[in-house]
T-cell receptor
Framework: EPEVTQTPSHQVTQMGQEVILRCVPISNHLYFYWYRQILGQKVEFLVSFYNNEISEKSEIFDDQFSVERPDGSNFTLKIRSTKLEDSAMYFC??????????FGSGTRLTVV | AQSVTQLDSQVPVFEEAPVELRCNYSSSVSVYLFWYVQYPNQGLQLLLKYLSGSTLVKGINGFEAEFNKSQTSFHLRKPSVHISDTAEYFCAVRETGFQKLVFGTGTRLLVSP
């Protein structure tokens, strides 16, 4: 069964550093997403991406965040200057037009 | 804007007993509904989804859910749970015409022998 692949599985970074989280969505999916889950809390929507542009974003997704699809397979989330409160599990997902969502296994980001 | 309520933060149950995890949503338009399971230190796995058609949806691992439009509910049920069902369960909704999922706060199912 096709999978969404995320790398790395765990990343530790110092406060103020830039971090890039990587994802390879399912190849025939058209919509790509990032969600995050702070430890012990619910899963929160960050951003959706379609046709090479952001289609929707939440208030969490401020100027410190950006997404990119640099080639035909990768989908990245960049945090420019990490804060302690950015520590969370970040999930990438992709979906078809009809909403067949598939999530990756996540990247645990720890900001120290 | 849509929202999802999972009133039970934790549901303890004995092995082989039935269980129901409650989910209610609010939305001004038609919705699609989902249940995801998250095992410790793992990602989100789709249990089942309602897109259209029959309101009773069967998923993996013996789970099923029923969409009740009048009560705006999508409760998850299993007639007989196993120890291995211990996990966090998230209900999610997506409004038609939009792509993002909105999740509930989750229900921790604790199955004991």
């Amino acid at each position: 069964e096709p999978e969404v692949t995320q790398t790395p599985s765990h990343q530790v970074t110092q406060m103020g550093q830039e971090v890039i989280l990587r994802c390879v969505p399912i190849s025939n999916h058209l919509y790509f997403y990032w969600y995050r889950q702070i430890l012990g809390q619910k899963v929160e929507f960050l951003v959706s991406f379609y046709n090479n542009e952001i289609s929707e974003k939440s208030e969490i997704f401020d100027d410190q965040f950006s997404v990119e699809r640099p080639d035909g397979s990768n989908f990245t989330l960049k945090i420019r200057s990490t804060k302690l409160e950015d520590s969370a599990m970040y999930f990438c997902a992709s979906s078809t037009e009809s909403g067949g969502y598939t999530f990756g296994s996540g990247t645990r980001l720890t900001v120290v | 804007a849509q929202s999802v309520t999972q009133l039970d933060s934790q549901v303890p149950v004995f092995e082989e007993a039935p269980v129901e995890l409650r989910c209610n949503y609010s939305s001004s338009v038609s919705v699609y509904l989902f249940w995801y399971v998250q095992y410790p230190n793992q990602g989100l796995q789709l249990l089942l989804k309602y897109l259209s058609g029959s309101t009773l949806v069967k998923g993996i691992n013996g789970f099923e859910a029923e969409f009740n439009k009048s009560q705006t509910s999508f409760h998850l049920r299993k007639p007989s749970v196993h120890i291995s069902d211990t996990a966090e369960y998230f209900c999610a909704v997506r409004e038609t015409g939009f792509q993002k999922l909105v999740f509930g706060t989750g229900t921790r199912l604790l199955v004991s022998p």
